[in-house]
């Protein structure tokens, strides 16, 4: 509702608490880029914005991308530029991180790596989860 | 005689994810080559729990991997499993002249 902001800058009425879950490999399918748009997007509205990377997802944001071989574009280093936005709070699973291999160093972004079960909590305590 | 043909098995969906790669590694033959591409690169890696799989038959399967897909997700700086062999576009298609069919596990 129209009403439910105002113009001035000091900010929105209505702030909800918005979780974006990445689960998919980047590349292979477009769900990766598509969801990194949408949290640039939803950057614009300042609400409180999660993203966490769990499964696949953890893989796009792997260290050293080049995508020169596969003539796509390497979107990796935008997940760098979503502190610019505010888009601070970014999360890993640690239990998806330990069966790829993958540790805390390989990973272009700070993060904080959470347990499934303080990464349910933090899931339980959204008003909107959007999963791609 | 049909026991000789010689088949090629191209993966490209992440082991992950989806059993492709699984299923395929079940049928593939002895002797026959397996190709990983797009998203089935994590397969190569090692240390993940799917490697083991992947080490069971690559004593008697040709196990390759795409290099232009390892690199695209940065992973030209992790360890592959032993006996992994990494294939440009030009190996890509000289995999599928050796071989009689491809079967491509989606």
Known sequence: MADDYDDDDDG?????????????APYGS?????SLEVVLISAAFDQDVSVVFMDDGVFQIK????????????????YRALDGYDVEKLYVEAESLAARGLTEED?????EVLSS?????????QDVVISA | MSND?????TVNKSPFERNSLE????????GSAVLLIEDAVYGALLNTSVSDQVAARTGN???CVLGADLNARGLADKPLIDGVEIVDYGGFVDLACEHDTVQSWL
């Open chain 1, 107 to 111: 990973l272009i972004v700070d993060v």
């Open chain 1, 117 to 125: 079960s303080a990464l349910s909590d933090l899931m339980n305590s």
């Open chain 1, 30 to 34: 477009i769900y990766a880029l598509e």
């Open chain 1, 12 to 24: 929105p009425e209505v702030v909800k608490r918005f979780m974006f879950v990445n689960r998919k």
């Open chain 2, 5 to 9: 043909i010689k088949m090629l098995h």
């Open chain 2, 61 to 63: 399967l040709r196990v």
């Open chain 1, 63 to 78: 260290k050293g991308h080049d995508t020169d071989g596969i003539n796509m574009k390497n979107f990796s280093k935008t």
């Open chain 2, 23 to 30: 299923s395929c590694l079940r049928l593939a033959k002895d």
